[in-house]
């Protein structure tokens, strides 16, 4: 148990709809990664936030959004969904030191693995 | 840019036989390097990582990996494979420095470990 909580496990929904996916971090992690994982992508890095403030963007689509509250868990919003958006949703998180010499690890959720029909 | 390739998608070793993953890694800047592994509807779990220092890492359940920085590879290995090693497994790498820690993975190597 790496500590990253995803809920839902499981979820089915249709073409055109919007969900949310919902991550708890490790307690005292102050930074979550989204990742899709889909079998002709791979792995994907979304998005990261840091202390409630996005720091990077990866290949996140305009129809995807995320946030990071104040108590720092994550959620993840998809909308306008299509047949190609089906995969699994990964949270990770870990302590951000921060500084040239800095090192970090990525301890990863479950996943909410997402099926678009 | 990063970039992770895992020659293979799939290997089968027996069981008792020695493992090895290979891994190619290209970064402009000194990178971190990991393996995960996925077992079957589960998450990703670190064996091991490199930063800086020894080049040789110890990871859990056994494997082991080496950074060689003129070969820009990160093979994992372990000696004898036990059927629990039955999973895929993913190398990543990430930058140094900064706080930016996202990891770029590869497309993941399918183990099978035969009786």
């Known amino acids: 148990d790496s500590g990253v909580t995803q809920t839902p496990k499981h979820l089915i929904t249709a073409t055109g709809q919007r969900v949310t996916l919902r991550c708890s971090p490790r307690s005292g992690d102050l930074s979550v990664y989204w990742y899709q994982q889909s079998l002709d992508q791979g792995l994907q890095f979304l998005i990261q936030?840091?202390?409630?403030?996005?720091?990077a963007k990866g290949n996140i689509l305009e129809r995807f959004s995320a946030q990071q509250f104040p108590d720092l868990h994550s959620e993840l919003n998809l909308s306008s969904l299509e047949l190609g958006d089906s995969a699994l949703y990964f949270c990770?998180?870990?302590?951000?030191?921060?500084?040239?010499?800095?090192?970090?690890?990525?301890?990863f959720g479950p996943g909410t693995r997402l099926t678009v029909l | 840019a990063q970039s992770v390739t895992q020659l293979g998608s799939h290997v089968s070793v027996s069981e008792g036989a020695l493992v090895l993953l290979r891994c190619n890694y290209s970064s402009s800047v000194p990178p971190y390097l990991f393996w995960y592994v996925q077992y079957p509807n589960q998450g990703l779990q670190l064996l091991l990582k490199y930063t800086t220092g020894a080049t040789l890492v110890k990871g859990i359940n056994g494997f082991e990996a080496e950074f060689k920085k003129s070969e820009t590879s990160f093979h994992l290995t372990k000696p004898s494979a036990h059927m629990s090693d039955a999973a895929e497994y993913f190398c990543?790498?990430?930058?140094?420095?900064?706080?930016?820690?996202?990891?770029?993975f590869g497309k993941g190597t399918l183990l099978t470990v035969n009786p």
């Open positions: 936030y840091y202390n409630g403030e996005e720091r």
């Open positions: 990543a790498v990430s930058k140094s420095g900064g706080s930016n820690y996202k990891l770029t």
């Open positions: 990770a998180s870990s302590v951000v030191a921060g500084g040239p010499s800095s090192t970090d690890t990525q301890y």
